[in-house]
């Protein structure tokens, strides 16, 4: 089932401005994944935050992983108009190899 | 390496015809998955395959069917389409943790979008 849920669901920023976009899950994780969609093509991984992790950096991109609070954050620093895409975040649950993807984001940057 | 291909990349069907999604990875993975992805809804799994001759169902089975032909290739079919098997569909597969530079990501196809009139 769906474990996901991204909040905004839509975003509309200008070039240079920072994007932030949030995800809230149920159940406990083994890991935490950000996936990129461009229009009208395959999702593309991002970064992956594992259960046991607080933040995590790559290159622009900056996750957060609060299990307390079952949510993590995607900030997305400097944006540029080729960040505009959908993004979606998935949960990975202990023993089972499967994901669990939320309904996704979509950001807008405006040049 | 071509990564996830999948073919066709469009199809229309007339409701009760059959077709076959084809997938193919050249990855050495040993999972791989079927996803829709309907407006608003996300993704949602339809079959996965652990290893080469298993398969099991996820969140959305019915009107499907798999194979998994070998290591490389794993194939969805819809026996009788319905409007409602319109969608875009992705196949993916993913790297195990535990080997050597791996990880627990998963690798997307361009996907197929099909309709059914």
């Known amino acids: 089932s769906q474990q996901g849920e991204e909040d905004p669901q839509a975003l509309s920023i200008q070039e240079g401005e920072n994007a932030t976009m949030n995800c809230s899950y149920k159940t406990s994780i083994n890991n935490l994944q950000w996936y990129r969609q461009n229009s009208g093509r395959g999702l593309v991984h991002l970064i992956l935050i594992r259960s046991n992790e607080r933040e995590k950096h790559s290159g622009r991109l900056r996750v957060t992983l609060d299990t307390s609070k079952k949510s993590s954050s995607l900030l997305i620093t400097a944006s540029r108009a080729a960040d505009t895409a959908s993004y979606f975040c998935?949960?990975?649950?202990?023993?089972?190899?499967?994901?669990?993807f939320g309904k996704g984001n979509q950001v807008v940057v405006i040049p | 390496n071509a990564g996830v291909t999948q073919t066709p990349k469009f199809q229309v069907l007339k409701t009760g015809q059959s077709m076959t999604l084809q997938c193919a990875q050249d990855?050495?993975?040993?999972?791989m998955y079927w996803y829709r992805q309907d407006p608003g809804m996300g993704l949602r799994l339809i079959y996965y395959s652990a290893s080469e001759g298993t398969t099991d169902k996820g969140e959305v089975p019915n009107g499907y069917n798999v194979s998994r032909l070998n290591k490389r290739e794993f194939s969805l079919r819809l026996e009788s389409a319905a409007p409602s098997q319109t969608s875009v569909y992705f196949c993916a597969s993913r790297a195990e943790t535990g080997l050597a530079g791996g990880s627990d990501t998963q690798y997307f196809g361009p996907g197929t979008r099909l309709t059914v009139l």
């Open positions: 990855m050495n993975h040993n999972s």
């Open positions: 998935a949960t990975k649950n202990y023993g089972n190899n499967r994901l669990a």
